[in-house]
């Protein structure tokens, strides 16, 4: 079988060091704090988000519901989990399927230190300015907690993403490669 690679940053934000833009919503959207009724509502929108894209081959529990939901379940039921990061997005259309189309989750990964999850918005909802605020409103909650730094993973092809990440301010610190085992009769993925 052959084998595709995937260039992955680590992006780290230094919150000691780097001034954090405001999380502003545009009209209409409002933010909607972690509460474990929630979880379902995460993994539907984070479902939503990830259909089709690359980092659901990459990582197959994003590529469907089910997965998505024993996603949710792992990360909020973890010691580190830290709600205060952890935001919805919901969306001022009542004419839509969901009511919500952003999602995050933060965890804590050392003293000082924590880690963003999965960020997503939905494609109807994409270059409206959610993505920053999304961000930003998740480092904020990681400021309340005493974390100084953060860092995400972002696959390296994902320019729009990655351009999002610098803009905000978060900095490139590492690069890995993950294996794909593709199909000899697949249809290819961008890289």
Known sequence: MPERYYKRYRMEFDLKQTP????????????????????????????ECFAGEVDSQLFPCLSNLAGC?????????????LPETTWLIEHP?????????????????AFK????????I????????LGKALVTKSLQGFAECGIQRVYLDVTAANCTAVA???SIGFRITDRSYLTLHVPDNATPVAT
């Open 93 to 109: 259309s009542s004419s839509l399927t969901s009511k919500y189309c952003g999602t995050i989750q933060g965890m804590r990964r």
């Open 113 to 120: 230190l924590g880690a963003i999850q999965n960020v997503g």
């Open 122 to 129: 939905t494609p109807d909802c994409r270059g409206l300015g």
């Open 164 to 166: 999002l990440y610098h």
């Open 69 to 81: 939901r024993r996603l949710m379940s792992d990360i909020s039921s973890r010691s580190n989990f």
């Open 20 to 47: 954090l833009p405001a999380a502003e919503l545009p009209d209409g959207f409002r933010w909607v704090a972690w509460e474990p009724n929630l979880l379902e509502s995460h993994a539907r929108i984070k479902a």
